[in-house]
């Protein structure tokens, strides 16, 4: 439960963000909820004055609407249960019978109609001392039972031959009536369950109904006067009014999974294990509100979603926080730090990175700590945590700053201001997922990848060695990918290799080692000299792949065998480039000579050629450029 305690902890740190709408930059709108509030699409608006008398209405592109509700409302499905203030025609519309032509029946659970019920509810709530004017002056006009004729005489609504709605548009109303009205194209499927939404205008309180705090206020008092018995909460330990009832719609506006739920009444009832759903845990309804309503504010924000997992990362006291599936670009970019296009060492860069990460520590309070927190449901009803962990601010930096060390290799694959950048660091899990699986990788892949390097990030668990192979087979075999699939791919699977080998004590660098004994080492660096001797003899223009390139697969497997292929296809571009091609053939006999005898065999090689390749063209390509630029000067 120390997750919900936390949750519950950011929404009384963040009380000050209750009711806020804030617009992203994609203009979706997100708010911290009231307690016993929440959120659904409206599609029609009525706006009535302060006596109670009908002013206008219009429809509405399915706009999202913060609205009042209780335990019963908030999670009914087949039971109807009214919301508290705004909800459809069938319950709001006391002439819904009348221009609906439906017999409405009896709820299950009362001996009332649905309007009936919603009428008497809104009733006690404007006739209670809580009650402000806007509840009152929407109680008098929806008394009047008149709704539905307002929005007709308004053109909202429009009425066939029989004087009922019409609840599917057809083309044969466009005679009569001219072009499609808005309200059939809001996305309900039939008229008479579009939602009403009610506004009030006044001069002295011109905040909207739905965004109005006292309005917030008003209901919480009223409601909290209604809630049940009182019991231990779990979380808090305090005894509160309890609830069994827990919020849904976590990820967005559809989502019907829940974290908590305890239906389990019949059959195998709690798996034998219990007699009700309390002898289990008991959470107070005060509690669970905030800590759902601060989750839903938290995912709607700043969290990351694939395939509908969530990877939320947050500190309660709203500071700003790292995310560890970001790579060093990121927290560059993220801190307002300067990026060069072209480094001078890793090791520059890194330190970079580093400071990056250091600045988060000034932006956090000494108090405050961090939340990483993965959600994802296996079915339409149930929700799970997946991960959690609450870290102190030091030791989720430290942590961060270990993984961009030992995780790090140079990446060319990222642009700033639109130009390509060269960095020195880990790459994103996504990217990660990219290089192992491909870049077709279904979501499903993807986010499981992400989730299983989530412990390797933040609790310093080594890296799953089947997601390392994966990376290494697909870098060994470019010919399947275009060049820059397969640079980018290259590159990242480096860095894990580089990860993984210190996980074993073993430490490599970017950098050149031409002390390296290392078999598979030296086969990658003799691959890297023939790639880059032919690919001068080619020209630049030429795009081709080198032999080197194309038997980079078969290489791997069998590397005696194939370099004696690679090594007699050479020779035509050796003789091309005459004694430009002097250095690298001296170059591959240095290397040849580093190699013992015994080692020169057809052995598969292992990941640590791949560093090889890379170092070395690494190497070839900046001496080559350092002597273009004496030439030119």
Same mark, same amino acid.
């Given at each position: 439960?120390?997750?919900?305690?936390? /949750?519950?902890?950011?929404?009384?740190?963040?009380?000050?963000?209750? @009711? =806020? &709408? $804030? %617009? !992203?930059?994609?203009?979706?709108?997100?708010?911290?909820?009231?307690?016993?509030?929440?959120?659904?699409?409206?599609?029609?608006?009525?706006?009535?004055?302060?006596?109670?008398?009908?002013?206008?209405?219009?429809?509405?592109?399915?706009?999202?609407?913060?609205?009042?509700?209780?335990?019963?409302?908030?999670?009914?499905?087949?039971?109807?249960?009214?919301?508290?203030?705004?909800?459809? /025609?069938?319950?709001?519309?006391?002439?819904?019978?009348?221009?609906? @032509? =439906? &017999? $409405? %029946? !009896?709820?299950?659970?009362?001996?009332?109609?649905?309007?009936?019920?919603?009428?008497?509810?809104?009733?006690?709530?404007?006739?209670?001392?809580?009650?402000?004017?806007?509840?009152?002056?929407?109680?008098?006009?929806?008394?009047?039972?008149?709704?539905?004729?307002?929005?007709?005489?308004?053109?909202?609504?429009?009425?066939?031959?029989?004087?009922?709605?019409?609840?599917?548009?057809?083309?044969?109303?466009?005679?009569?009536?001219?072009?499609?009205?808005?309200?059939?194209?809001?996305?309900?499927?039939?008229?008479?369950?579009?939602?009403?939404?009610?506004?009030?205008?006044?001069?002295?309180?011109?905040?909207?109904?739905?965004?109005?705090?006292?309005?917030?206020?008003?209901?919480?008092?009223?409601?909290?006067?209604?809630?049940?018995?009182?019991?231990?909460?779990?979380?808090?330990?305090?005894?509160?009014?309890?609830?069994?009832?827990?919020?849904?719609?976590?990820?967005?506006?559809?989502?019907?999974?829940?974290?908590?739920?305890?239906?389990?009444?019949?059959?195998?009832?709690?798996?034998?294990?219990?007699?009700?759903?309390?002898?289990?845990?008991?959470?107070?309804?005060?509690?669970?509100?905030?800590?759902?309503?601060?989750?839903?504010?938290?995912?709607?924000?700043?969290?990351?979603?694939?395939?509908?997992?969530?990877?939320?990362?947050?500190?309660?006291?709203?500071?700003?926080?790292?995310?560890?599936?970001?790579?060093?670009?990121?927290?560059?970019?993220?801190?307002?730090?300067?990026?060069?296009?072209?480094?001078?060492?890793?090791?520059?860069?890194?330190?970079?990175?580093?400071?990056?990460?250091?600045?988060?520590?000034?932006?956090?309070?000494?108090?405050?700590?961090?939340?990483?927190?993965?959600?994802?449901?296996?079915?339409?009803?149930?929700?799970?945590?997946?991960?959690?962990?609450?870290?102190?601010?030091?030791?989720?930096?430290?942590?961060?700053?270990?993984?961009?060390?030992?995780?790090?290799?140079?990446?060319?694959?990222?642009?700033?201001?639109?130009?390509?950048?060269?960095?020195?660091?880990?790459?994103?899990?996504?990217?990660?997922?990219?290089?192992?699986?491909?870049?077709?990788?279904?979501?499903?892949?993807?986010?499981?990848?992400?989730?299983?390097?989530?412990?390797?990030?933040?609790?310093?668990?080594?890296?799953?060695?089947?997601?390392?192979?994966?990376?290494?087979?697909?870098?060994?075999?470019?010919?399947?990918?275009?060049?820059?699939?397969?640079?980018?791919?290259?590159?990242?699977?480096?860095?894990?290799?580089?990860?993984?080998?210190?996980?074993?004590?073993?430490?490599?660098?970017?950098?050149?080692?031409?002390?390296?004994?290392?078999?598979?080492?030296?086969?990658?660096?003799?691959?890297?000299?023939?790639?880059?001797?032919?690919?001068?003899?080619?020209?630049?223009?030429?795009?081709?792949?080198?032999?080197?390139?194309?038997?980079?697969?078969?290489?791997?497997?069998?590397?005696?065998?194939?370099?004696?292929?690679?090594?007699?296809?050479?020779?035509?571009?050796?003789?091309?480039?005459?004694?430009?091609?002097?250095?690298?053939?001296?170059?591959?006999?240095?290397?040849?000579?580093?190699?013992?005898?015994?080692?020169?065999?057809?052995?598969?090689?292992?990941?640590?050629?791949?560093?090889?390749?890379?170092?070395?063209?690494?190497?070839?390509?900046?001496?080559?450029?350092?002597?273009?630029?004496?030439?030119?000067?």
């Amino acid at each position: 439960m120390s997750w919900l305690l936390h /949750l519950y902890e950011t929404y009384e740190a963040n009380l000050d963000q209750v @009711g =806020k &709408v $804030v %617009k !992203k930059q994609d203009d979706r709108e997100y708010t911290l909820l009231p307690i016993s509030h929440t959120t659904q699409t409206a599609h029609i608006e009525v706006t009535v004055d302060e006596d109670g008398d009908f002013l206008d209405a219009r429809a509405l592109d399915k706009e999202n609407t913060v609205i009042p509700c209780t335990e019963e409302s908030a999670n009914r499905t087949s039971n109807t249960v009214p919301y508290p203030l705004h909800d459809t /025609l069938l319950y709001v519309a006391g002439d819904f019978v009348k221009y609906s @032509g =439906k &017999v $409405v %029946k !009896k709820t299950k659970n009362s001996q009332e109609k649905p309007f009936d019920m919603y009428i008497r509810n809104l009733a006690d709530w404007a006739n209670s001392p809580h009650a402000t004017p806007k509840v009152k002056a929407i109680y008098a006009y929806l008394s009047k039972g008149r709704l539905i004729e307002d929005l007709v005489n308004a053109g909202v609504i429009l009425l066939d031959d029989n004087g009922h709605m019409i609840e599917k548009w057809d083309k044969k109303y466009e005679e009569r009536y001219g072009e499609k009205p808005p309200i059939f194209s809001c996305g309900v499927s039939e008229i008479y369950k579009s939602f009403v939404r009610f506004n009030v205008f006044m001069p002295d309180s011109p905040e909207d109904v739905w965004k109005d705090p006292d309005m917030y206020n008003s209901f919480i008092a009223y409601y909290h006067e209604k809630l049940g018995d009182q019991d231990v909460c779990y979380v808090t330990g305090k005894r509160l009014p309890s609830t069994e009832r827990h919020a849904d719609k976590i990820r967005h506006a559809g989502d019907k999974a829940k974290l908590i739920s305890a239906n389990d009444t019949s059959g195998f009832t709690f798996r034998g294990r219990f007699l009700t759903s309390k002898e289990a845990v008991s959470i107070s309804y005060d509690v669970s509100q905030k800590a759902h309503n601060a989750l839903k504010w938290l995912i709607q924000r700043q969290a990351k979603s694939i395939h509908n997992r969530i990877f939320l990362v947050w500190s309660k006291d709203d500071s700003p926080v790292p995310h560890p599936n970001d790579d060093a670009v990121d927290y560059m970019m993220q801190t307002g730090r300067e990026i060069e296009r072209e480094p001078e060492t890793g090791q520059l860069f890194a330190a970079e990175v580093s400071k990056a990460i250091d600045g988060y520590r000034h932006d956090l309070t000494y108090q405050s700590d961090v939340n990483i927190l993965i959600l994802d449901s296996a079915t339409t009803g149930r929700m799970a945590v997946l991960y959690y962990r609450h870290l102190d601010k030091d030791l989720y930096l430290n942590r961060l700053k270990q993984w961009h060390t030992s995780c790090a290799w140079e990446h060319k694959y990222r642009k700033y201001n639109n130009q390509w950048v060269t960095f020195y660091g880990a790459p994103a899990t996504k990217d990660i997922a990219f290089a192992a699986y491909g870049p077709r990788a279904s979501d499903k892949v993807v986010k499981g990848l992400v989730e299983r390097l989530m412990p390797c990030i933040v609790d310093l668990r080594s890296l799953p060695i089947d997601i390392v192979r994966s990376a290494f087979y697909r870098a060994s075999n470019p010919v399947s990918m275009e060049v820059w699939e397969w640079e980018k791919t290259l590159s990242i699977t480096c860095a894990l290799i580089r990860k993984s080998l210190l996980d074993k004590k073993e430490e490599w660098h970017v950098a050149l080692d031409t002390e390296s004994r290392d078999r598979s080492y030296l086969f990658g660096r003799l691959l890297a000299v023939a790639d880059v001797l032919e690919r001068r003899a080619l020209g630049k223009e030429e795009t081709r792949a080198t032999n080197a390139i194309r038997y980079m697969n078969s290489f791997a497997q069998s590397p005696s065998r194939t370099w004696k292929t690679i090594q007699a296809s050479l020779q035509p571009y050796q003789a091309k480039l005459g004694t430009k091609a002097a250095y690298l053939s001296r170059l591959i006999d240095e290397i040849a000579d580093q190699m013992d005898i015994q080692d020169f065999n057809n052995k598969p090689l292992d990941e640590k050629y791949l560093l090889g390749f890379y170092s070395q063209r690494r190497e070839l390509y900046k001496k080559n450029n350092e002597q273009e630029e004496e030439t030119n000067e």
